[in-house]
């Protein structure tokens, strides 16, 4: 995959997620209304690529009102990996240089990979989560399960603790998963349905679209790193 | 621009701790008042959970889940109230109570509502049950107007 290619993927699934997001604002207030309706906009000019290095830039000046009209991030992790990508393809955007382009999307990358696996991390060095006391505290009293038929996992906490560890063994042994493009292509395809599982249970629909915003630049990286090696 | 860039800065250099340590963990109470300040509605949980939600629902809720995702943005604003206690965080909570009160979306409201207060009702586990504390509660404040009510 050519650094074009991978920056033009993240922009159109950027875009939608994007566009998704700025939808579910529309019923908000006017004020929100202000932010949204423009961001929407923007965000289907990005899909299309009409003058995407402007509509970029307009997206991270947005991005940085709703910082401050929320003051911090909406939706906790999503908005700030929205932000990372947005700040990565502002750079690649507006550098006429193809090493910053590529330095910027290498740093996305790395930090896409170090989203699994400093999750795993410190899911590993918690005795709670080895013991699989933290996902049954997940599910039995956090404000995360979408109903609350779902507490009734707490009925399995061995299924937990197999899913615990699951879930700490894949993040931490993701990286691994660059050795080849097919590892890094089931690596994704099971990452991604993890985040899918989670939108399902949890509710984080945004974290799935904006993660599978970044995988381009992975794809990008893999290739890159390992076909000069 | 300073306070800008702190808020900008945790997404460019992230720490990706994500459910590191399960910590106690907040919901949502509000009370309903007439106009001598008469409690009419006891505490009852914002916008509490259904108790099922079908799996075609959840496939729908990948495109379009605003009402979920604004619950959880209130849950940081409970927990930034807490941390690092700032107007906004309570007057973000404050306009989404009022406008379901308003919208009437919740049910059964007695007619003569006049004002409304919150609190804040975080849940932990000790051993093996689960404890709850409220950390916060609010000032009274009118429906109708956004302005404070001191009593």
Same mark, same amino acid.
């Given at each position: 995959?050519?650094?074009? *290619?991978?920056?033009?993927?993240?922009? @159109?699934?950027?875009?939608?997620?994007?566009? =998704?997001?700025?939808?579910?604002?529309?019923?908000?207030?006017?004020?929100?209304?202000?932010?949204?309706?423009?961001?929407?906009?923007?965000?289907?000019?990005?899909?299309?690529?009409?003058?995407?290095?402007?509509?970029?830039? *307009?997206?991270?000046?947005?991005?940085?009102?709703?910082?401050?009209?929320?003051?911090?991030?909406?939706?906790?992790?999503?908005?700030?990996?929205?932000?990372?990508?947005?700040?990565?393809?502002?750079?690649?955007?507006?550098?006429?240089?193809?090493?910053?382009?590529?330095?910027?999307?290498?740093?996305?990358?790395?930090? *896409?990979?170090?989203?699994?696996?400093?999750?795993?991390?410190?899911?590993?060095?918690?005795?709670?989560?080895?013991?699989?006391?933290?996902?049954?505290?997940?599910?039995?009293?956090?404000?995360?399960?979408?109903?609350?038929?779902?507490?009734?996992?707490?009925?399995?906490?061995?299924? *937990?603790?197999?899913?615990?560890?699951?879930?700490?063994?894949?993040?931490?042994?993701?990286?691994?998963?660059?050795?080849?493009?097919?590892?890094?292509? @089931?690596?994704?395809? @099971?990452?991604?349905?993890?985040?899918?599982?989670?939108?399902?249970?949890?509710?984080?629909?945004?974290?799935?679209?904006?993660?599978?915003?970044?995988?381009?630049?992975?794809?990008?990286?893999? =290739?890159?790193?390992?076909?000069? @090696? | 621009?300073?306070?800008?860039?702190?808020?900008?800065?945790?997404?460019?250099?992230?720490?990706?701790?994500?459910? #590191?340590?399960?910590?106690?963990?907040? +919901?949502?109470?509000?009370?309903?008042?007439?106009?001598?300040?008469?409690?009419?509605? #006891?505490?009852? /949980?914002?916008?509490?959970?259904?108790?099922?939600?079908?799996?075609?629902?959840?496939?729908?809720?990948?495109?379009?889940?605003?009402?979920?995702? $604004?619950?959880?943005?209130?849950?940081?604003?409970?927990?930034?109230?807490?941390?690092?206690?700032? %107007?906004?965080? /309570?007057?973000?909570?404050?306009?989404?109570?009022?406008?379901?009160?308003?919208?009437?979306?919740?049910?059964?409201?007695?007619?003569?509502?006049?004002?409304?207060?919150? +609190?804040?009702?975080?849940? +932990?586990?000790?051993?093996? %049950?689960?404890?709850? $504390?409220? +950390?916060? /509660?609010? %000032?009274?404040?009118?429906?109708?107007? /956004?302005?404070?009510?001191?009593?």
């Amino acid at each position: 995959m050519t650094i074009e *290619l991978a920056i033009r993927l993240t922009e @159109i699934i950027m875009g939608f997620a994007f566009a =998704q997001q700025s939808l579910e604002h529309l019923r908000s207030s006017s004020d929100d209304r202000m932010i949204f309706i423009p961001r929407l906009l923007l965000s289907v000019l990005l899909v299309v690529g009409f003058y995407s290095v402007w509509v970029i830039g *307009l997206l991270m000046i947005l991005g940085l009102v709703m910082l401050n009209r929320y003051q911090g991030p909406y939706n906790g992790g999503a908005d700030r990996m929205s932000l990372l990508i947005l700040f990565c393809l502002c750079i690649a955007s507006f550098s006429p240089d193809k090493n910053w382009q590529e330095l910027t999307f290498g740093y996305l990358s790395v930090q *896409l990979i170090l989203s699994y696996f400093i999750s795993g991390w410190v899911k590993l060095v918690n005795p709670q989560w080895r013991n699989g006391q933290a996902l049954l505290d997940v599910f039995r009293f956090s404000a995360y399960p979408v109903s609350e038929s779902l507490r009734g996992w707490v009925k399995y906490p061995r299924v *937990l603790l197999f899913v615990s560890w699951a879930i700490i063994s894949f993040e931490l042994i993701f990286p691994l998963a660059l050795l080849s493009s097919t590892s890094l292509m @089931i690596a994704l395809l @099971i990452a991604a349905c993890f985040h899918l599982s989670n939108a399902f249970i949890f509710g984080l629909n945004r974290f799935f679209w904006i993660w599978i915003a970044a995988y381009p630049s992975i794809l990008w990286f893999q =290739q890159r790193i390992f076909v000069t @090696i | 621009m300073k306070y800008d860039i702190t808020l900008l800065l945790p997404a460019l250099i992230p720490s990706w701790n994500f459910f #590191d340590v399960i910590v106690p963990s907040p +919901r949502i109470q509000f009370s309903l008042l007439n106009k001598e300040n008469k409690v009419v509605k #006891d505490w009852s /949980e914002f916008r509490p959970r259904p108790t099922h939600v079908s799996v075609w629902k959840m496939l729908g809720r990948m495109f379009w889940n605003p009402d979920w995702n $604004e619950s959880l943005y209130l849950m940081s604003c409970a927990e930034r109230l807490i941390d690092y206690p700032t %107007q906004h965080s /309570e007057d973000e909570i404050f306009r989404r109570i009022k406008a379901d009160v308003v919208e009437n979306k919740e049910n059964n409201f007695p007619v003569d509502i006049a004002k409304v207060k919150f +609190r804040l009702v975080f849940i +932990r586990r000790e051993g093996k %049950q689960l404890k709850e $504390e409220v +950390r916060f /509660e609010s %000032q009274v404040r009118s429906i109708i107007n /956004e302005y404070v009510d001191d009593d």
